[in-house]
């Protein structure tokens, strides 16, 4: 897929993510619903600038990769090294603060909260995360780790062990609680939520 393809499969995949829908729910966001968030977001841009960094990297283009990585750290606070893989329509709701480096792996639709590190203490490996995972802010996720599908992680969180599909992680370090049948949903804070998207009192 070619760099336009690309930014094409960014903007319909963040535009799925800020509505909260997974490809299985059906349906795909309209090309007006695309271009919106892709003229309105941040996260957008700088999803747009890893990939033409990643062009320039495959196609040997001198200069280009290391000007961008610094239009983005300077401009949106965000550090995301040269040898990650991301996936389509990550959501960078707040950039500041963020770093991925290492070899870390992001899977689609994947909301970062902000102020979060994506990595490795020890060098001896990075995190994979799979689709649809919520990184609640100032949330650190360490090692060489796997973070299940539709996972969340909790504010402030630190990730040092898998996390599977689904469950929550919360604490220093973060300790994993397996939802079940009918537990309630969690708001982007990790409080419990009554269903309709608000914190339950």
Known sequence: MGLLGKALRDAMELARAMKNQRPEDGGAPSL??????ALSQDGYKVLLMSRVREAARRYH?????HALRLVTTVLYSIEI???IELGEGINFTH???????GTS???SRVKFMGNNTIGTAKDNG???IEDDVVIGCGARVLGPIRIGRGAFIGANAVVLTDVPPGAIATGIPAKIHVRRAGDPEVDDGGRPSNGNGTAAS
């Open 32 to 37: 007006k619903e695309a271009v919106k968030v």
């Open 61 to 65: 283009v001198p200069g280009v990769n």
């Open 81 to 83: 090294g040269n040898d």
């Open 95 to 101: 950039t500041l603060g963020t770093v991925i480096g």
């Open 105 to 107: 792996k992001v899977g």
């Open 126 to 128: 990075c995190p994979v």
